[in-house]
Nanobody, 130 residues
Framework: QVQLVESGGGLVQAGGSLRLSCVASGRTFSRYAMGWFRQAPGKEREFVAAISWSGGSTYYADSVNGRFTVSRNDAENTVYLQMISLKPEDTAVYYC???????????????????????WGQGTQVTVSS
């Protein structure tokens, strides 16, 4: 049973920071591209950030570029999303995502397409107050 479990969400004031974690179990994702998506109330799920299987390249949505940083620690089977300068519009449930095995080497840019996602975490709530 493959599981992606996110943590680190919470309530923060605008301008604050949070670091989300996603721990994978049931499979080693050290050679998988990984991504983060988010869904705000009443809106569709949208891409946030992705990292290549090697960790050597990353890709970000324009709305978070320069404020969010995605990274990975394969020894701990964990992917992180460091978020700074948070804005109220960043309020959403954040989801960790991984492709299936056939697409594990996909580029971070390709990971921005939710159709490539095969594994989803349960999500962690991030609320940014103004």
């Amino acid at each position: 049973q493959v599981q992606l479990v996110e943590s680190g969400g919470g309530l923060v004031q605008a301008g604050g920071s949070l670091r989300l974690s996603c721990v994978a179990s049931g499979r080693t994702f050290s050679r998988y591209a990984m991504g983060w998506f988010r869904q705000a109330p009443g809106k569709e799920r949208e891409f946030v950030a992705a990292i290549s299987w090697s960790g050597g390249s990353t890709y970000y949505a324009d709305s978070v570029n320069g404020r969010f940083t995605v990274s990975r620690n394969d020894a701990e089977n964990t992917v992180y999303l460091q978020m700074i300068s948070l804005k109220p519009e960043d309020t959403a449930v954040y989801y960790c995502a991984a492709p299936d095995g056939n697409n594990r080497f996909t580029s971070p840019q390709a990971m921005s397409d939710a159709r490539l996602v095969y594994y989803w975490g349960q999500g962690t709530q991030v609320t940014v107050s103004s």
